[in-house]
């Protein structure tokens, strides 16, 4: 009885000293603001996605969700959808908007801050939607130049970025 007990103890020690080391992102920090996981993955796809239109990508494992709401903004200005790479556990934001449409400069109309296009790489395109965020979260309005007009951008426009910016934030767990 005295040797069960000593065996069962030394089976629980070993044992506990023997897990694993925690698992560090191979791609660093650099990248790991684009990681989703799988809780924050199914709770996306279980929760949020009922309010988005998805799409797969032809050829690719990418499915794009743009927010029911916004879908009737994007043939009259600029959107941003939300790009999940399920295969490499990645998201990003990306920008949608009407081929036709020639915009030259999104400004902001406190300080006419210009802000330029972002290139079409989901990285600068992830950080410009998020610089975006940072300065409607700050209280400015913002405003769209093309070759012909100035539009503020509404209220409409607004929520629909900043729903679908906090839904990427919480898919990629950030907030």
Request: charged letters at 20%; one cysteine or more; a negative charge.
């Amino acid at each position: 009885m005295k040797y069960t007990w000593f065996l069962f103890l030394s089976i629980l020690i070993v044992s506990c000293q023997l897990q694993q080391p925690p698992v560090v992102d191979e791609k660093g920090d650099s990248e790991s603001k684009y990681r989703t996981t799988p809780p924050s993955l199914l709770f996306f796809k279980n929760v949020r996605s009922g309010f988005y239109q998805s799409t797969e990508q032809s050829g690719t494992r990418i499915t794009s969700y743009t927010l029911n709401r916004c879908d009737k903004l994007k043939q009259a200005m600029f959107i941003p959808y939300i790009a999940s790479d399920w295969l490499n556990d990645q998201a990003y934001l990306m920008l949608s908007y009407e081929s036709s449409l020639s915009l030259t400069a999104l400004s902001t109309t406190e300080d006419s801050l210009s802000i330029s296009w972002p290139k079409p790489d989901p990285i600068n395109q992830t950080d410009w939607w998020m610089d975006i965020y940072q300065k409607l979260g700050s209280g400015k309005s913002m405003s769209i130049r093309d070759s012909t007009s100035h539009v503020m951008l509404d209220d409409e426009w607004t929520s629909c970025v900043k729903t679908t910016i906090k839904d990427y934030l919480r898919l990629t767990e950030q907030r």
